[in-house]
C-alpha cells in the first residue's frame, strides 16, 4: 500500500471516526488534562512537539478506533494509575490488547521503558494518525511472543525502551476475521 509517497508494510487500516465519537474524543481528552492538572499528574511524553491535551486526542482516537474493529467497548474511564497499558479484555477470548499511539506514520511500536516485562498484554497495536483529523491508521499488530522475539534497545532522547520495527507488525485484519 501507498501512503503519503511510501511503500508501506504491512497492509495498514484506515479508520474514519464518526461525528459523535469525535465529540467524545474532545470531551474525555478536555476531562483527562483536567484530571491530571487536579491531582499533579505528568506524562513521559514521546513527542515534545504536541501538547497534552492533543496526545490524550491521539491516544483516545486510538483506543475508539480499535475497540470499534475489535468489537470491545472503549475504556474511557481517568484514574490517577492509568490502565497498566490494558486498553482492552476480549470477553470472548479473555486475550488483552495494548494500543500504542505514535504521532508520526511509520513509528516504532515502542514501550515507555526497556523492561521486557513491561509488555504485558496478549498483543500490541500500534496507531497513527490519519491525514484527516477524522482518521487514525491501524498500522499493526503483534503478539507478546514476537514483540519479545524482535524487540531491541532504543532511546528518543526520553530514556531508554524496547520497540520493534513496523516490519514486523502483522495487519490487523488478521484479528477481526
Request: glycine letters at 8%; proline letters at 5%.
Amino acid at each position: 500500500m501507498e501512503l503519503a509517497g511510501q511503500h508501506v508494510e504491512p497492509p495498514v487500516l484506515v479508520v474514519q471516526l464518526t461525528p459523535e465519537e469525535m465529540d467524545l474524543i474532545k470531551k474525555t481528552a478536555s476531562e483527562c488534562e483536567g484530571y491530571k492538572e487536579a491531582h499533579n499528574i505528568r506524562s513521559k511524553k514521546f513527542d515534545p512537539k504536541h501538547s497534552e491535551v492533543a496526545l490524550h486526542e491521539f491516544r483516545i482516537k486510538s483506543e475508539i478506533a480499535v475497540a470499534r474493529l475489535l468489537g470491545v467497548p472503549a475504556n474511557l474511564s481517568i484514574s490517577k494509575c492509568g490502565d497498566n497499558k490494558i486498553d482492552f479484555k476480549s470477553p470472548r477470548t479473555g486475550k488483552t490488547v495494548s494500543v500504542r499511539y505514535r504521532t508520526k506514520f511509520g513509528w516504532d511500536f515502542a514501550l515507555n521503558d526497556d523492561k521486557r516485562s513491561s509488555f504485558n498484554t496478549d498483543f500490541g497495536i500500534v496507531v497513527y494518525p490519519g491525514e484527516k483529523d477524522d482518521e487514525v491508521i491501524i498500522g499493526g499488530v503483534i503478539t507478546k511472543e514476537n514483540f519479545l522475539k524482535y524487540c531491541g534497545p532504543t532511546d528518543y532522547g526520553y530514556g531508554p525502551r524496547l520497540a520493534v520495527e513496523l516490519r514486523h507488525m502483522d495487519d490487523i485484519r488478521s484479528m477481526i476475521r
